[in-house]
């Protein structure tokens, strides 16, 4: 009989390092997986986080593995958790943070509110997403300012964490690492 899983455990369970690739390969891959508990479904669903770093900047997505296959599988909504449990399950998601910073002290970070895609086809607009609006409320609660100099983005729906002790000059720090995910992600 399969136990039942641990609920909001992450765990890392894979590290890629850069291969010679394209120039928007990132130079290294952090992966991550939890379950997150659904009391409307009362079941359990894994979730994957990737922490992609570009230089000296990690881009932090997740995904629900049912949705894995998809295209969409950073913008889909599977409708299987309340607004407080979405909110605990990114409070999940960005606690790989502090993880990070223990091996790689200088990191920065930058989160993408992804566009919604639902099954009745409703495409949301790039700008200021409802993702990202939790994200911002979430990330100045959980890091304050402190460690970062954070940046939003409202046209683009990204929030950049600029590590102060690595960037003298937040604000060019700020603008390279915005400037660097626009053209490798293709955001506005």
Do not use: W
């Not at 009362?42 to 997740?62: G, H, L, Q, T, V």
């Not at 606690?95 to 223990?102: D, N």
């Amino acid at each position: 009989m399969k136990s039942k899983p641990t609920p909001y455990v992450v765990k890392r369970i894979q590290i890629d390092r850069a291969r010679k690739g394209a120039a928007d390969d990132p130079d290294l891959t952090l992966v991550y997986s939890f379950f997150a508990e659904s009391e409307k479904y009362k079941s359990c669903f894994k979730y994957i986080i990737r922490a992609e770093k570009f230089k000296d900047c990690y881009a932090i997505k997740y995904y629900c593995t049912r949705a894995k296959h998809s295209d969409y599988k950073y913008s889909r909504v599977l409708n299987f958790f309340s607004a407080v449990e979405t909110k605990r399950l990114m409070v999940v998601v960005a606690s790989i943070i502090p993880e990070i910073l223990t091996e790689d002290p200088l990191a920065s970070f930058a989160f993408n509110g992804s566009r919604t895609y639902d099954r009745k086809n409703y495409i949301e607009g790039i700008e200021c997403t409802q993702r990202y609006r939790i994200y911002i409320e979430l990330v100045r609660r959980l890091f304050g300012d402190k460690v970062f100099y954070i940046t939003n983005h409202d046209r683009s729906s990204a929030c950049i964490f600029v590590n102060r002790r690595a960037n003298r000059d937040v604000e060019a720090a700020t603008k390279r690492i915005f400037e660097m995910f626009a053209d490798i992600f293709r955001v506005v």
